[in-house]
């Protein structure tokens, strides 16, 4: 009777298999696709192509407003990617049952999970690439001179952005339900990121608040990485608080069924 109830082990390339499947899915959601590869960089070129925004001094820091804009514009497709794409997918597998059948495959549902954060996450990292080039070839936005901390910070800026996804795919019954809390939670995390006004525009107790959250550390880190310094301590140490508090939840409250 053991024997019958015993879980069939995973076979070699179960992963790989599940990656390649979810990799097709995820090109056929022009929604994703849009919202993560799309939007953030065309925003860019729209702000890019108002000459207030290329005036000299007229951002932060005696900087261009383009210059400020673009680290908001690489932490967008993370907030996207986190929030509206890849929570809302995972919520519907589990409310099709999906992530319940995957537990009597070989393949197991964490393989599912594993391939969704990568997928998500590597679509945003080359949107914020993409985000970065435009800005250099198009507007004269130069290349983060403290590089490795700008790495730093964009990595650690992509795990909070999944764990978050995670923690509202962990938490959502329902795809509808998991897209209505992302959607709710959207918003304040751009504000956070400074999409409508740059966190170093803002006013300084409100830019100590918003530093606190990990999109307000994270622009911070990115934008002060992109003017040539090491990205502030206090900025990194909140995104990996941030870290560890979300994908703890996450891993917590997950639920397969």
């Given amino acids: ?9 995973p076979r070699p390339g179960a992963h790989a298999a599940v990656l390649k499947s979810e990799f097709r899915l995820f090109l056929r959601e022009p929604g994703s696709l849009f919202g993560i590869a799309v939007f953030p960089p065309v925003l860019l070129v729209i702000l890019g192509s108002i000459p207030a925004f290329r005036e000299a001094g007229s951002g932060p ?3 261009r407003l383009i210059d400020a804009y673009v680290p908001v514009t690489v932490l967008l497709p993370l907030i996207v990617a986190g929030l509206q794409a890849m929570a809302p997918v995972i919520a519907g597998y589990r409310e099709r049952g999906i992530l319940r059948r995957m537990s009597a ?3 197991r549902p964490p393989a599912l999970l594993g391939a969704q954060m990568a997928i998500h996450g590597v679509a945003a990292l080359l ?3 993409l985000s970065l080039a435009i800005g ?3 507007f004269a936005v130069r290349l983060p001179p403290q590089a490795f901390g700008y790495l730093l910070a964009l990595v650690l800026s992509v795990v909070v952005a999944l764990s978050l996804g995670a923690l509202v795919a962990a938490r959502a019954r329902t795809q509808k ?3 209505a809390i992302g959607s709710a939670v959207f918003f304040p995390s751009m504000f956070c990121a400074g999409v409508w006004l740059p966190v170093q ?3 300084d107790t409100l830019a100590r608040v918003i530093e606190c959250t990990p999109f307000g550390a994270a622009s911070q880190a990115l934008a002060e990485a992109a003017a040539g310094s090491w990205p502030g ?3 990194l140490l909140v995104l990996l608080a941030w870290a560890a508090v979300l994908s703890g939840a996450a891993a917590r409250w997950f639920r397969w069924e």
């Avoid at 009777?1 to 082990?9: D, H, K, R, V, Y």
Wanted: no cysteine; glycine share 6%; net charge neutral.
């Fill in 1 to 9: 009777m053991s024997a019958l109830t015993t879980t069939p082990a």
């Fill in 61 to 63: 820091d005696g900087l």
């Fill in 105 to 107: 495959t070989p393949v």
């Fill in 127 to 129: 949107s914020a690439l």
């Fill in 136 to 138: 250099r070839l198009a």
């Fill in 177 to 179: 339900v998991a897209g």
């Fill in 201 to 203: 525009s803002m006013p």
């Fill in 233 to 235: 301590w206090s900025h």
